[in-house]
């Protein structure tokens, strides 16, 4: 599946791929800027915060790791007296060491910074990579996406959000009168059926889509200015444009800083260690699509949140049922949820964008083995596996991986090598993929 989304130019290496594209990638990226509307931005904003906007637009094409450009930041408080995840002992473990060492192996030979498998409850195996540790912050890119659907779902446990189908004018009340954008529906904004303008190259520094993502004003360019083009609900189209809406959401719902309510009412209440999340300005609103960087256990942490139908240590922090809607997809995309993807049908390629069109996909070379696999997946193949029916969650942080006209990054390689090497008893495994 995947979801890596390398459709994009340099522009969006905040939350992109920064390698370079095979051929085929090229030319789908051509037909991609060929096909995309592309709307020029019309809101200006005082000189200095132009000034600011464009020389973030020039550094960003200009650099070559999106963690040079995320200033500033705000910081997410994590839980105080965090303690790591119990990890079983040599005879506790569930996954023969076979599997464990092929997945490492898979692993360290993708150019990952961490590893963790974590089933039944213990981690049973947990590697770090170069200089990185299991306190060290890693670049989920999209792994942040996630992280809206879990906080959405948190602000309605607390009754600050109706449900998932309450209009989002009720909160950005800009949008009252706007006979498109008044239809937009909380729900929309997490499964990419807002009707937003899709996300495609750019290199134009007065396109909407730039300015939506780099101006110190992002936030009333998305309000007042970003493209609604379709009907919301009609069509499935991948953009950090509605991700970046949640965090408006949550703020004007709640009171409080998007930061301050993941860190207190999801990260400290799971045990997680905190980290940073990247704000449009001082004090402004939080990128809350893209860019938030977290240990890579607090990500494992969150799918075992999701596995556990929002339920920590006993205490409830999601709706009941709540991540079943979560993984829930539609008739526009089979293969993404609620900011999640899930299994479904099998295809040797599968990709962010609407599968409809013609971009680049990442390989799976072969069904998963469950086919209640999900997963959290994010740029550069930031991939957090969640599969229910093993109690197991495998989580893969890193750089893009290696690729050669020989070889490239396989979806479905590490959730199957684990899978097949659960020990069952007298030396089985799990079955062939179906």
Avoid at 337 to 361: E, S
Wanted: proline share 6%.
């Amino acid at each position: 599946m995947t979801l890596s989304a390398r459709l994009l130019r340099p522009l969006f290496l905040l939350c992109c791929a920064t390698s370079v594209a095979s051929q085929a990638q090229a030319q789908a990226q051509a037909q991609d800027r060929q096909a995309q509307r592309v709307f020029t931005g019309k809101l200006m904003f005082s000189p200095d915060e132009e000034a600011l906007y464009l020389k973030r637009y020039d550094r960003a094409l200009s650099r070559s790791a999106a963690a040079e450009i995320y200033e500033p930041l705000e910081t997410i408080a994590g839980a105080s007296d965090w303690t790591p995840l119990p990890a079983a002992k040599p005879r506790e473990r569930t996954i023969s060491q076979a599997g464990l060492r092929a997945a490492t192996a898979y692993a360290a030979a993708n150019a990952s910074n961490a590893f963790i498998v974590w089933r039944n409850g213990k981690v049973e195996v947990e590697s770090y990579f170069g200089a990185g540790t299991r306190t060290t912050s890693v670049n989920g890119f999209s792994l942040a996406k996630p992280v809206t659907a879990v906080a959405v779902g948190r602000a309605i446990m607390l009754g600050k959000i109706r449900s998932l189908d309450q209009p989002v004018a009720d909160f950005v009340t800009e949008w009252k009168d706007d006979p498109r954008r008044a239809r937009i529906l909380v729900r929309h904004l997490l499964d990419m059926r807002a009707g937003f303008l899709r996300q495609a190259s750019t290199a134009e520094p007065d396109d909407v889509m730039s300015r939506s993502f780099l101006h110190p004003r992002s936030d009333e360019i998305l309000i007042r200015e970003y493209p609604a083009v379709d009907e919301p609900g009609s069509r499935y189209e991948y953009n950090n444009a509605a991700s970046d809406m949640v965090a408006i959401v949550i703020e004007r719902a709640t009171g409080r800083r998007y930061a301050e309510f993941v860190g207190t009412e999801i990260l400290q209440k799971i045990g997680a260690l905190g980290g940073v999340v990247w704000l449009n300005r001082e004090r402004g609103i939080a990128h809350s699509g893209c860019c938030m960087l977290l240990p890579a256990e607090t990500f494992l942490r969150l799918a075992i949140l999701t596995l556990r139908d929002g339920v920590w240590a006993g205490q409830r922090l999601l709706p009941e049922s709540y991540v079943a809607q979560m993984k829930r997809t539609t008739p526009e995309n089979p293969y993404y949820g609620l900011a999640l993807y899930v299994a479904g049908r099998y295809t040797d390629r599968r990709g962010p964008a609407n599968p409809d069109l013609p971009l680049p996909k990442t390989l799976h070379g072969e069904p998963y083995l469950a086919a209640d696999l999900y997963l959290f997946d994010g740029n550069m193949n930031q991939v957090v596996y969640v599969i229910p029916s093993q109690d197991l969650v495998i989580l893969r942080t890193g750089r893009i991986p290696p690729r050669s006209k020989d070889a490239e990054w396989d979806n479905a390689y590490l959730p199957n090598v684990v899978m097949r090497g659960i020990v069952r008893g007298r030396g089985s495994s799990v079955a062939q993929p179906r």
